[in-house]
């Protein structure tokens, strides 16, 4: 059976616990060849409910969560159903975020990148709408996120030419270059390939990590280039 035929079956008790405290005692696990089960239904629930978030979820959002997860084909009508089941509300989403907060609280690169796989099926119907802005936001608070990377991931898909490069860093305007390049080196090593494998992260993150490479890749350079400006 599937991990996702896995989930289903317990669909009930996953999207709606009952008063039961549930038990801690099992670590997530996600270097292994399927996601843990915990972890892959918390995704899948916040997926849901942020397609749910402007009152609509179109094919196109349950399309792109799919693009962010291949799919075995005959899984495809299973991950359908848990998408509506879980999206059938937004409420409760909190509870999945922190949930992945408590179990992973120094794994800041992978809640980054699930805050990703999230903006990714937002701008899956051409336009991400202010409401679900605000929705990711307070997902990413959930998660433990910083503003700072709140808007390093959110610039992968809503372009602001504008945007502070030492934003997408994490840094201040007044450190000084050494600093500023160490922060960018940790972006750059985190989501190196070798790196990122070894984390054991799910392989189909491996694309926003690269894009996240990319963004800090670019920011770096700006910032480099408006110094060497001020200093000659």
């Given at each position: ?11 009930v ?24 089960i ?79 796989i ?28 910083t ?78 280039s ?7």
């Amino acid at each position: 059976m599937s991990i996702w035929r896995d989930i289903f079956a317990k669909a009930v008790t996953l999207f709606w616990p009952t008063n039961k405290k549930p038990s801690d005692s099992r670590a997530l696990i996600i270097n292994s060849e399927q996601m843990d089960i915990d972890f892959a239904s918390s995704i899948v629930a916040l997926a849901a409910k942020m397609a749910k978030a402007d009152g609509i979820t179109t094919i196109e959002e349950a399309q792109a969560f799919r693009a962010a997860f291949p799919i075995n084909p005959k899984d495809e009508i299973i991950i359908d159903k848990l998408f509506s089941l879980a999206g059938s509300s937004v409420l409760g989403y909190e509870s999945y975020a922190k949930k992945i907060a408590r179990k992973y609280p120094q794994n800041r690169v992978l809640k980054m990148d699930i805050l990703a796989i999230l903006f990714l099926v937002a701008a899956a119907d051409g336009q991400i709408k202010a409401v679900e802005k605000d929705f990711l936001f307070s997902v990413s608070q959930n998660l433990g996120l910083t503003e700072s990377d709140y808007s390093r991931v959110s610039q992968l898909f809503i372009k602001e030419e504008n945007l502070n490069p030492y934003v997408v860093l994490g840094v201040h305007e007044e450190d000084d270059d050494a600093k500023i390049k160490s922060a960018w080196l940790k972006i750059v090593t985190q989501n190196h390939p070798d790196n990122f494998i070894a984390r054991g992260e799910p392989k189909e993150f491996l694309r926003i990590a690269n894009e996240q490479t990319a963004l800090a890749n670019a920011a770096y350079a700006k910032i480099r280039s408006q110094r060497n400006n001020l200093s000659t």
